[in-house]
């Protein structure tokens, strides 16, 4: 083979597939009965479960089992500052890591233009979402700064990865290492190079177990108390804690009879002849990525028999890889509040233990990264260290912990659902056991699982990782192609206006979030993933969404409450270069729509003639109003809590409102909902239950349209509504005919926006979905029953996704002008046959 060759194969890998990390269902949606336990109406359940106890969130979502991942690129190998976007596919390849050796979710959160106050703003607003943090590839001193400011503040871990996990795996290698030599961790001279994340966060933890002559050198030298050039608050800090001798000098200089050498910095620093001048039997740790600071056999070649670096191909790879999964899987199972240097030392105590001393060899230190042991042991030990510390949530027994673990990585994710309740009585027991046994919907899984060594080094650790990052700094577009971005929405919500439960808050929400991302992906083939925010103040949210913007190729907004979505959707549309979408708003006026054109055509009416009456003047129906009246309505009245809309009225107007009285109720119509009714032709219900009684049907014009879709209980039944003359009636269930829900716009109109990379999702396109949903209800099948498409018709979200790609194209919003054609065949294979595009 040519060479090179297999590192251009793990780039096609990754083109191929859109990254390497899929979020799926854990409940396959097989029919409507299952859609009705993890949606509406069933999804209602769990929701106000969390909503009396946020503590059950961990117990019914799947953040309990998710860690946020989070970045901003300014310290990628030795790459330093490459950015939230090339920093993606390292991301992904640790979240990966995660799943495969820990089984926890980890998400990328690729941060953009933020300095320290917006991270801790940002990080803190999303502790709805995850269960932990995972603090990656930060540059010093801004990680520990993140540190300082948020420990004890977010009342969940957070992770330095580069800080505590090569801290645990250079002190597990090192306990080892000394014992092969015969010296004693207190005894030996250590020169540590690199004084940035990795560095500073092993020195702190070397001292803390019983290190007591360490120097660490930079690029300036050694680091020493009262130096001035190239320090900062956390060096100097350091600086006063080590170096008890108060040497000077280069790191030639300091490796002069050292016993010790660990690199954290760079590659090609160290000289053979530089090993020569340490002591006898010395011990080199060269673990600089993707390039170390001298090469194994030129280390051999001096005679030094311990030697380790982080090259999957070198001996004793000590790799963070061996740290961070089995750690964080003890936070979370926990749910510990903090990470604690006692947790750190039980880690590498427990790490180091896995090599008994009969076992320990030059060659064999540490154990392998893919020895499925090392999880489960560190998870354990650090669930006890969190026991003994007091910052455990939940009381585990840790060899539980372990054997749990054990389980999923020999048996499998299905080794831990336990079993269904034998009879659940009602629907809602039925999805409360389901949210339960499965801790929530969402997973994480790996679209290219590592099942060797070579894989492991190829697409997620050095030197493979690296080659994805240099291909988006030097083309930022490539990012769509390469990782997950290109297929992946965030569904963002403060929980302020959940189904018809009202403000029942971002943890509340979450059971639904996840449910609006199975839909997603079963009938879109679109990666989705919840993001819960702790705030309702619009500028907060809109922050969080650009700060988080990198790692996702569209955002669906949910459940936000009236007006403030307006405001936010708006801002995040100027703002923002990827598809913004308020379903409440326009996912409704889209399946509306497609419903409306059909029930028209069947009663024989116009859009131009009809007399047309929403209640509720929320997002939807605003959203809902003004796609009728760009379809040609001229007669609409917008009803709200305190009657009909119109100009001049006083109470409980808004901005939203005021605008919609200019351009609706051209009669000037006043009074309650029951005034506006009578004549009307068709009734559209996005209010509450019981808003409509049968003397309002009655006194509408003959043969009306009833589209009564308040969640979970519609504003008036349908046996109600056709016994008090209605032709045709709609509600947004899945147990009545004709359901006016939402996924049958949103999975196909993001499909078509991602595969020709719209900057936006605009009215044309929004217009070309509805039509295209109606137009899968042919004349001869259109019926009463019948005027829009069933939920599970697959044929749906092709067919909008095509629609929507061909408008985006013809208004000029899309990246990739994609013909109808090619997107069909990409909807197909995606959706059909779930292969990757």
Known sequence: MRKGWLLEEALELRRRHQGVIGVESKILVRDRSVLSLVYTPGVAAPCLEIAKDPALSYVYTCRGNTVGIVTDGSAVYQQGTVGPEAALPVMEGKAILLKTFAGVNGIPVCLKDQDLEGMVKTISLLTPTFGAFCLEDMASPLCFALEDRLRGVLGLPLFLNHAHGAGVVVLAGLQNALKLVGKSLPEVSIVLAGAGAAGIGTARLLLKAGAKRLVLADRAGALFDGRLQRMNDVKAEIARLTNVEGR???????????????????????????????????????????????LPEEIEATGVKVIATSLTNGPNQLDIVLAFPGILRGLLDVQATMVTEGMLLSAAAALAGLVPDEGLRPD?????????????????????????????GRKVDPEEVAERLFRYLYQGPSSLVPPCAKKPASMEEEAIDLHRRYQGKLEVKPKLPIRDQKLLGLLYLPPGIARPVQEIMADPERVFDLTVKGNLVAVVSDGTAVLGLGDIGPLGAMPVMEGKAVLFKTFGGVEAFPICVGTKDPNEIVEVVKAISPVFGGINLEDISAPRCFVIEERLKRELDIPIFHDDQHGTAVVTLGGLVNALKLTGRRFEDVKVVINGAGASGVAVAKILLSMGVQDLILCDTKGVIYQGRKEGMNPAKEEMAKITNPRMVKGSLAEALKGANVFIGLSVAGAVTKEMVRSMAKDPIIFAMANPIPEIYPDEAKAAGAAIVATGRSDFPNQINNSLGFPGIFRGALDVRAREINQEMKVAAGLAIASLVSDRELSPGYIIPEMMDFREPVAVAVAVAKAAVETGVARRPLTPEEVEARARRIIYEGLPC
């Open 248 to 294: 000077r000098g280069t790191l030639a200089d300091l490796l002069q009879g050292a016993d010790v050498f660990i690199g954290l910095s760079a590659g090609e620093l160290v000289t053979a002849d530089m090993i020569r001048t340490m002591a006898k039997d010395p011990i080199i740790f060269a673990l600089a990525v993707p390039n170390p600071e001298i």
């Open 364 to 392: 064999m230190i540490i154990p392998q990264a893919l020895d499925l042991r090392v999880a489960p042991t560190l998870a354990a030990a650090v669930a006890k260290a969190a026991f003994l510390e007091g910052v455990a």
